[in-house]
């Protein structure tokens, strides 16, 4: 399905994700991997893992590194090194989708050679977009999915929502989750940014170095988009053309 392009796209973060199996998890791996992709990726943050111990009269915990997260020295990009798999993020501004797949298939293939993941299990796409409304006039005008309610719970309008809808999309061989937010706008307020979170996912079983990885996630662009357009209005969607 055709969509057009958005120059002025509302994306506040893109993320591309794949979860895989480990046969060895090591903080040797952490650091060969950030050694590979330096010096590009250099501001380092560890990921932490909270793990508890239950005994008859007591509870211990300990924190253990599961993954690192670089962030790229002058674009607003993340890589992260998970033993549960790999992801990349992509801030404002987003750029194109050519873009954000080919730096994130070049990382995939480090972390694949270093980590040699036994398999691919899950692939996810999540993109968060803000968008501007006019809480003066009819939210209906920019959003297509809002709450009803009778007049007498609301009988001055909704002044903040949040709904959140799970489905199953068979044509994509696909899942996904859409969450969508309004926060609590002050009185005076005429415009607020409304959150517009779409996550859809695919689980399969793939080997690490298979290309229908990239295949399936051209797959789950296409849908998120199918979403994000049946989500806004015609006028929303021409203002980020």
Known sequence: MAHPHLQQAPIMEAVLEVRCVLSEESSELLAEFERRV?????????RLCLQ?????????STKQVDGLLLKH???PQ?????FDGFAFSRMRPYGQWCELREEASRLWAIY???????????????????IEVNVKSDLSETLRLLPTLPS??????????TLRVSAEYPDFEAAGNLL??????PPEAETAQALLDIDVYMHLDLTPDDSAI????????????????????????????
């Open 73 to 75: 020295e002058s674009a």
């Open 78 to 82: 993340i890589v992260q090194a998970r």
């Open 112 to 130: 694949r050679d270093v980590f040699k993941p036994n398999k691919v299990v899950r692939l996810g796409l999540r993109y968060i977009n803000t």
């Open 214 to 241: 990239w295949t399936r996630f051209d797959q789950l662009r296409e849908l998120k988009n199918f979403i994000f357009f049946s989500s806004v209005t015609p006028e929303a969607v021409r203002r980020f053309v």
């Open 52 to 60: 508890l111990s239950l005994a008859e009269d007591d509870a211990t």
């Open 180 to 185: 969508e937010h309004l926060p609590p706008v």
């Open 152 to 161: 007498p719970v609301a009988p001055s309008g909704i002044t903040s929502f």
């Open 38 to 46: 330096q010096p590009s990726y250099a501001d380092k943050r560890e």
